[in-house]
């Protein structure tokens, strides 16, 4: 191991999630601008471009067919269904993230958090739980940690401190496929 390896921490995956309506994204855009070293992936979808929406910074926009390639190809660390549509997280850009040493923070749904847990036990997810839910135990108990969403700027502040802390800080796991 050289000294370069030495003093770059482990860059670590993080997956946030949170139910339907929980100010997700406004916590990530938080998170981002107070850390601006914590990388976002920009997901793949199948669905039309919306106005203002860029290429390649807001989303991966797909033909089905380039999708479906996409998936049998195993491009995806996860994907899902919403609606008509596809969408879902492409391997690479991750991989190559990780590689440099930069801490990737993963905002899904709680289906796609668990899949990716599923094949990559030792990612932490967290849990962005606003104030006025109570999550089902069985979730709380799945995510290795919750975090209130009572103010965006407290909940922001408390994901920045998890990334940052040792609550993060085991070696880097390894993705499959």
Request: charged fraction near 25%; aromatic fraction near 4%.
């Amino acid at each position: 191991m050289s000294t370069d390896d030495e003093a770059r921490p482990a860059a670590r995956l993080t997956v946030l999630t949170a139910p339907s309506g929980a100010g997700l994204g406004g916590v990530v855009e938080l998170v981002r601008a107070r850390s601006p070293s914590v990388w976002v992936p920009v997901p793949a979808t199948t669905r039309p471009r919306r106005p203002g929406e860029r290429h390649g910074v807001d989303r991966l926009f797909c033909a089905p067919a380039e999708f479906d390639r996409m998936i049998a190809a195993e491009e995806l660390l996860e994907w899902s269904r919403i609606g008509a549509y596809r969408r879902g997280t492409p391997r690479a850009p991750l991989r190559a993230r990780l590689a440099q040493g930069r801490p990737v923070l993963l905002p899904l749904d709680l289906p796609g958090a668990l899949a990716v847990r599923a094949g990559w036990p030792d990612v932490p997810l967290v849990l962005l739980v606003p104030s006025r839910h109570r999550p089902d135990p069985a979730v709380v108990a799945a995510v290795g940690h919750t975090v209130a969403h009572d103010l965006t700027e407290r909940a922001a502040d408390e994901l920045v401190g998890l990334l940052g802390s040792s609550y993060l800080a085991p070696a880097q796991p390894r993705l499959r496929g």
